[in-house]
């Protein structure tokens, strides 16, 4: 059973960068896909973006260049960094593994979440 | 970016009723819809992918249906367990864009 467990900052200040890492148990991180969410206050759900086994990435344009989604095969690891904070960037931050064989395109295993929040 | 527009965005039922949620894309989606159930203070848990694929270890009283740019959730018989947020999700095209959600109350 594959396991994600998020980690990193519950607080941050506006213009700052964000940086959550993702711990992968039960499973290889090789070969498969890796995303992180995010789910604002009001419940809206946003993807932000993945990374493949072989470092190719994807990103919502709606982030703006701020994103960048590295991965850490030797520690069963991939990371996220957000620059230039503000309050709208306040979330739970998901990962979660990007499920696209045979036609899913969807999201499987999930973490548990990270509150982040963004104020001075 | 795909529009996805879920409805209602509540519904209150009772135990054992039959609840439909539908969810309407702005472009076809072929068969790329998943659903998923979010209980307050946990992650979404996968329910369908592929618009009508029970993901492994869902009960069957939960069932997706559609097609194109319009898709539906069915749960025959609400369970208690069952209350929560279910939201859908588009797979056809990037950026990957969910619907609003619909709050399933007693």
């Known amino acids: 059973q594959v396991q994600l467990q998020e980690s990193g900052p519950g607080l941050v200040k506006p213009s700052e960068t964000l940086s959550l890492t993702c711990t992968v148990a039960?499973?290889?991180?090789?070969?498969?896909?890796w995303s992180w969410l995010r789910q604002s206050p009001g419940g809206g759900l946003e993807w932000i973006g993945y990374i493949y086994d072989s470092g190719t990435t994807n990103y919502n344009p709606s982030l703006k260049g701020r994103v960048t989604i590295s991965l850490d095969p030797s520690r069963s690891q991939f990371s996220l960094g957000l620059t230039s904070l503000t309050a709208a960037d306040t979330a739970v931050y998901y990962c979660?593994?990007?499920?696209?064989?045979?036609?899913?395109?969807?999201?499987?295993?999930w973490g548990l979440g990270t509150r982040v929040t963004v104020s001075s | 970016d795909i529009l996805m527009t879920q409805f209602p965005s509540s519904v209150s039922a009772s135990v054992g009723d039959r609840v439909v949620i539908t969810c309407r894309a702005s472009?076809?989606?072929?068969?790329?819809l998943a659903w998923y159930q979010q209980k307050p203070g946990t992650a979404p848990k996968l329910l369908i992918y592929?618009?009508?694929t029970l993901q492994s270890g869902v009960p069957s009283r939960f069932s997706g249906s559609g097609s194109g740019t319009h898709f539906t959730l069915t749960i025959s018989s609400l369970q208690p367990e069952d209350f929560a947020t279910y939201y859908c999700q588009q797979g056809q095209t990037f950026p990957l864009t969910f619907g609003g959600g619909t709050k399933v109350e007693i």
């Open positions: 592929a618009a009508s």
């Open positions: 039960g499973g290889s991180i090789r070969s498969r896909y």
């Open positions: 979660a593994r990007y499920w696209r064989e045979g036609g899913t395109y969807c999201f499987d295993y």
């Open positions: 472009r076809d989606l072929s068969r790329w």
